[in-house]
């Protein structure tokens, strides 16, 4: 476990006066990069959810047009996610 962890317990005691040396740590993990990119993913993926059907409002359609225009989307991921989880 102190491995995977790259600090042992007497270590952490020691540095208890200084956060930076954590920092140090941190931003030489690779995976910490990783976890941003996927969290930005994340982010980007609903920020698309919330504004698709307001930049397709703007294109002059009725509500209904609208609706319809938002909706494949939608229904090819969950055909996809549909099938992928099988």
């Known amino acids: 476990m102190q491995e995977d962890v790259g600090v042992s317990d007497g270590d952490e005691t020691e ?17 910490m990069y990783w976890l941003a ?4 993913s ?4 609903l920020s698309f959810n919330a504004f ?8 002059g359609y009725s509500p209904t047009v609208t609706l319809l225009l938002c909706a494949p989307p ?6 996809v996610a549909f099938a ?3």
């Open 15 to 31: 540095r208890q006066g200084s956060r930076f040396p954590g920092l140090l740590e941190a931003l030489g993990d690779w995976r």
């Open 37 to 40: 990119l996927a969290l930005t």
């Open 42 to 45: 994340l982010v980007v993926s």
């Open 52 to 59: 698709f059907p307001t930049l397709t409002a703007t294109l």
């Open 74 to 79: 939608w229904a090819f991921a969950t055909v």
């Open 84 to 86: 992928v989880s099988r």
